[in-house]
């Protein structure tokens, strides 16, 4: 039978609890800033309702250890799906733990949302066993409107419009299902890996496309129109009148991509195929690969530094494969400290990804277990 806490402030220690975002009440109290008391005293009505319990004792800075806090039961299972263009990372994550590994199979975007959604929860189910599903993610790689639960505008998506994901995905899987943008569900993830209590922060992932996601007192930032973050389509003047795969003209993706470096090592006369091939050329040396790298890094830092003066985040973290590239991150960063207002870098932490391919698995993991949370504990 479904048990129900008393008190809004009590499904809120639920929710970080079974989102994995705290997993001790110092956690707990930090990320909703409460105090100890107030935070043993909701805890200790959660422990005696067996809403949660707890586990082994973690380890201590000093002073007593502290025991793990978790959901009752919380051995349910969660799917995970990080869809890309040709293919899908999949990972099942017990409720409110870390993920401990994951798998890739290759899809066909063309073939349709129910053909692809069936193929990785058919992936999912063999990769738990016996085990059923709690609750099911996928993180998709273009704007998600949070009203009809489906990709906006998707250019490199054909069949995908106007389709209800989450419900379809739900339907599919026959458990309840969160539908998330990929570069959102990488914000979560990399926010909590580094510092659960940072204000707010941004991911940015520069790999053979750009994406950010944006990160605000612990819960993703959309936008009016669900589409905040979308840097990619930017328009600086080092791109001039270079057409954009957006329809646009002009955008920071034709001049600071991995696909952007491969078009332009191509124009100077270089055969390359990918941007794996790009990052060869770059770690070898090659002069105008190396310098075509710098050139992608001060452009993305360009559009940053000015995210950075209107923002003010406390913490950038930056992913995706051209960050392995030593000239462009350094242009990057030099880009960002060089062209923002002093007061936005003085407590500003640039640093690398943590979570590297996992960081959209482990945000969708936590959007579904906060969903699940919220169904069972609300």
Request: aromatic share 2%; with cysteine; hydrophobic share 40%.
């Amino acid at each position: 039978m479904t048990r129900t806490s008393n008190s809004t402030a009590e499904n809120h220690v639920l929710a970080v609890i079974g989102s994995g975002r705290a997993r001790s009440r110092r956690d707990i109290a930090q990320i909703l800033s409460l105090s100890p008391s107030t935070v043993s005293q909701h805890v200790q009505s959660l422990l005696a309702q067996r809403l949660v319990e707890e586990g082994e004792a973690r380890g201590s800075t000093g002073g007593r250890r502290a025991r793990e806090l978790r959901l009752a039961g919380d051995a349910d299972l969660i799917g995970a799906i990080d869809l890309g263009g040709a293919h899908a990372r999949l990972a099942v994550v017990p409720r409110g733990k870390s993920l401990a590994s994951s798998t890739e199979i290759p899809v066909t975007m063309s073939d349709g949302p129910r053909t692809v959604l069936t193929a990785c929860v058919d992936e999912l189910r063999r990769m738990t066993g016996a085990a059923p599903l709690a609750g099911v993610g996928i993180a998709l790689p273009g704007p998600v409107d949070t009203n009809t639960r489906g990709v906006v505008s998707p250019s490199r998506m054909p069949g995908w419009a106007d389709v209800d994901i989450s419900t379809l995905l739900s339907e599919i899987a026959g458990v309840p299902a969160a539908v998330e943008n990929d570069a959102n569900a990488m914000a979560i993830g990399e926010h909590f890996a580094h510092s659960p209590s940072a204000t707010a922060s941004i991911t940015v992932k520069a790999g053979t496309a750009i994406g950010a996601g944006i990160v605000i007192e612990g819960q993703t930032y959309r936008g009016a129109g669900g589409v905040a973050g979308d840097i990619t389509h930017t328009r600086v003047s080092a791109a001039h009148d270079r057409q954009c795969s957006c329809g646009n003209r002009g955008c920071l993706e034709t001049v600071a991509s991995g696909a952007a470096l491969v078009r332009l090592l191509r124009e100077e006369g270089i055969e390359v195929e990918s941007t794996a091939d790009v990052l060869a050329l770059v770690r070898d040396a090659h002069p105008v690969a190396t310098r075509l790298a710098r050139e992608s890094g001060h452009h993305l830092g360009e559009v940053l530094c000015a995210v950075v003066n209107f923002f003010n985040p406390s913490a950038l973290y930056v992913s995706g494969a051209l960050t392995s590239l030593e000239p462009f991150m350094s242009a990057l960063r030099s880009e960002i400290y060089e062209g923002s207002h002093p007061l936005m870098t003085r407590d500003l932490t640039i640093a690398p990804a943590a979570l590297g391919a996992d960081a959209a698995l482990v945000g969708i993991a936590r959007e579904v277990n906060e969903l699940l949370a919220r169904l069972t504990h609300g």
